[in-house]
């Protein structure tokens, strides 16, 4: 084996990749994806509010239109009051209406009919700006639904806020009639909150949301990057093969020299991506950046990246990377094009896809049976167990043991697949089935 | 001199398939070699295990008057039979690597690839990626990408498939260059006339079986001494029945007789004045495709 001839084929297999606008493409688009779907929504909605007029007709005699106008021009005030005194602080649960409403009371005419069909005629029209109108009967104070008449039915955010504030009007309503004060019973039916805190030195997220989300997107990130560039070693192979480029370079370089160049090559380009998103995040998760953002609730910080966290991540994505990879290639070498070779590849997509399916039940309990078993399971490791480190931080020998046994897999799938790729580089013909594959691993 | 390429009685099957049935032959240094045979006679297989990509299950390869080291391939230029690049890479690119895993230094490399890219008229496509290139084009970069190393050897299965007659002289040029520098070529092909303008050495197979070997000069001496062109018209047939006639090749008016070894050639001209009106009757040295089909038919 020689370092040189390892480096060479690296060297080009990196290069071919970086150089390639597609990667750029694809390594720029998914922060701007992933932003575009976090930070836009909640930027849009605490930024483009419009205002909605609704008549609303009360046949209840209870003054409940009324009160619902003050409902709604006091949260409305309260809002405001909040987003002057804290900009870095997101809209409170409430507060994340779209619109302001401005609520128009009448009392039912003498021909309701009359007065139903006119109200139709103005949201049809939308004379006098009347988006909606409601009709509030006597039974909306027992259990009959409130009307609700507008151009769209369909603006369930809207609707949403509405019955928010009206069951709250008649939930008052309800309680005064049954000779309760509203005031005393909201004070005594108050949610209790927990403030979760991690207890320090047993993990390296700080919040216990925020931290979540940081490992639940550390995961996919692994999970994309082992996925994705595993696939693009399994596609080098077979563009090799089929274009017969193979046959001039192993008259110069050993197999194995090349199915390592081109997995470290690979590997690299892999960790160069991964290394952008991941300053990515750190770059919007700078604190400057996350308030002028108003990204964060009150009270939440954001977790930090360490440097052991860090060399983690890198470790056991370049273990991943291998444990995967060296598959990829003994299967791109042994087939002669991509649907022969997609069929076996699958394979691998079922271990990867494994972890996903237990991530609640790790989220919840990190240091359950199944989440220990499972991390230190080679094939699983590499994604579970940043999953654990960003969440909680393992005991020691936990770690240490999963590093052991998945770097012996990995030097174990490096000899069976270099054999089977040593010969199945060179194979051409009938698609060979996996006991021929198999017997290739063991010809001296 | 020692052959610089020797194989020896090898011998390849696949289940029952006898892909190569016992071929020898030997490449002495500074000579073009003609691998020659049909389509599915065993050349690229021969070619392939020359190569060390498939093991003969019989036989010995000498390479350089000894069995081959993986350093030995190093100094041997393959073209492979399938043509193949990679399509994303750029030309240069694509021949520094080509350099590069035969352990060249970049810095000697450009100024070497430079120098092949002018002569093939292929410069300005330096910086452009294989898949922008046309077929020929494509070839002529495998070729510079064969050679750049400046081997000692070059193996090059069908090099002249695909090519116009310009890129072909292109090529004849080229691999005359490199017999003038004292290195040995192998070519294959299925292109008779092409190789007679080419080789002058030759091996012949058929069927998996090596029929002809030698020096292509001394080869058509020896079994081309009775070959005619005649000129004449009249029962064509019947001068093929004639028994002292071994092949007679038909093209409008013009024939290519090949007799038998130990017939007279003035005798035979008397006999076809009997039912052909002649015109021209001459002694001819015989095209390699005649000694070919009266080959296979020996061996047969």
């Known amino acids: 084996m020689r370092l040189d001839n390892i480096f060479v084929v690296l060297k080009r297999e990196y290069l071919s990749r970086v150089k390639n606008k597609g990667f750029w493409i694809a390594t720029l688009a998914v922060p701007l994806f992933a932003s575009a779907v976090t930070i ?3 930027l849009l909605m605490s930024k483009s509010h419009t205002s909605q007029t609704i008549v609303v007709v009360d046949a209840t005699g209870q003054g409940v239109a009324e009160a619902l106008k003050t409902q709604m021009a006091k949260t409305a005030a309260a809002k405001s009051k909040e987003a002057a005194a804290a900009p870095a602080r997101r809209p409170g649960k409430g507060d994340s209406r779209l619109a302001d409403f401005t609520i128009e009371a009448q009392t039912p005419a003498a021909d309701p009919q009359a007065q139903r069909n006119e109200l139709d005629a103005r949201v049809r029209n939308g004379k006098g700006k009347v988006d909606a109108w409601m009709w509030l009967g006597p039974g909306v104070l027992k259990d009959e639904a409130a009307e609700y008449h507008a151009r769209n039915t369909t603006n369930f955010l809207t609707q949403d806020t509405l019955r928010g504030d009206l069951s709250e009007v008649v939930r008052r309503v309800r309680l005064r009639q049954a000779g309760v004060d509203p005031a005393r019973m909201e004070e005594l039916t108050k949610r209790v909150e927990l403030d979760a805190k991690q207890v320090p030195g047993t993990g390296t997220s700080g919040g216990g949301i925020a931290g979540l989300i940081f490992a639940v997107v550390l995961f ?3 999970y994309m990057s082992i996925l994705m560039w595993g696939q693009q070693v399994m596609t080098g192979v077979l563009e090799e093969k089929g274009t017969r480029v193979i046959e001039v370079l192993i008259s110069a370089i050993t197999p194995f020299e090349l199915m390592m160049g081109k997995l470290l090559g690979i590997c690299f380009v892999g960790m160069t991506q991964l290394a952008i998103w991941l300053g990515t995040v750190l770059v919007l998760t700078a604190p400057g950046i996350v308030a002028t953002l108003a990204f964060l609730p009150a009270g939440m910080t954001m977790p930090t990246l360490t440097i052991g966290m860090m060399l983690n991540l890198a470790f056991l994505f370049i273990l991943g990377f291998f444990a995967y990879a060296t598959f990829y290639a003994a299967i791109g070498a042994s087939f002669n094009n991509l649907q022969e ?15 996903v399916m237990v991530l609640n039940q790790i989220i919840n309990d990190p240091s359950s049976t199944t989440a220990v078993a499972m991390s230190l399971f080679p094939l699983f490791t590499p994604l579970i167990m940043p999953l654990r480190i960003a969440i909680e931080m393992p005991p020691f020998w936990q770690l240490a043991l999963a590093y052991v046994l998945t770097f012996s897999f990995v030097i174990g799938m490096i000899w069976i697949c270099s054999r089977i790729y040593r010969v199945g580089i060179l194979m051409y013909g009938k698609k060979p089935t996996i006991q021929e594959i198999w017997r290739w691993a063991w010809y001296s | 001199m020692n052959p610089i390429l020797e194989v020896r009685d090898v011998r390849k099957s696949y289940g029952d398939f006898v892909a190569v049935g016992g071929v020898s032959m030997s490449v002495p240094p500074g000579s073009i070699f003609g691998l020659l045979g049909p389509n599915g006679a065993g050349k690229t297989s021969t070619i392939r295990m020359i190569m060390n ?50 352990g060249l230094k970049r810095a000697a490399l450009v100024p070497e690839i430079d120098r092949w890219l002018g002569r093939v008229e292929l410069s300005k496509w330096s910086g452009s990626k294989i898949e922008e290139l046309s077929k020929g084009m494509q070839q002529k970069v495998q070729l510079i990408g064969t050679v750049l190393h400046k081997p000692d050897l070059l193996i090059l299965d069908e090099p002249f498939s695909g090519l116009d007659p310009i890129n072909q002289e292109l090529f004849r040029e080229l691999l005359q260059d490199y017999r003038a520098q004292g290195k040995s070529v192998v070519l294959s092909t299925h292109g008779m006339e092409l190789a007679e303008r080419m080789c002058d050495h030759i091996c012949l197979i058929s069927k998996g079986r090596a ?10 001496r020896r079994l081309g001494g009775n070959s005619f062109r005649v000129i004449a018209e009249g029962d064509l047939d019947r001068l093929r029945a004639m028994p002292e006639v071994e092949q007679a090749t038909i093209l409008n008016d013009e024939i290519k007789l090949m007799l038998r070894p130990d017939a007279d050639g003035a005798e035979t001209l008397r006999q076809m004045i009997g039912f052909l ?10 095209e390699l495709e005649q000694i070919f089909m009266k080959a296979v038919r020996d061996a047969a």
């Open chain 1, 220 to 222: 996919f990130l692994l």
């Open chain 2, 277 to 286: 009106k002649v015109r021209e009757f001459r002694s001819e040295e015989p």
């Open chain 1, 40 to 42: 836009l929504p909640t």
């Open chain 1, 341 to 355: 070779a997609q069929q076996v590849a699958s394979v691998a997509v079922v271990f990867i896809v494994a972890p």
């Open chain 2, 53 to 102: 990509i498939t093991a003969p299950d019989t036989g010995e390869i000498l390479v350089f008057g000894r069995p081959r080291t993986p350093n030995d391939l190093r100094r041997i230029g393959y073209l492979p039979e399938e043509r193949g690049l990679y399509r994303k890479m750029t030309v240069m690119d694509q021949l520094l690597f080509l350099g590069e895993i035969r």
């Open chain 2, 211 to 220: 029929v002809l070997d030698g020096d292509l000069k001394e080869i058509k």
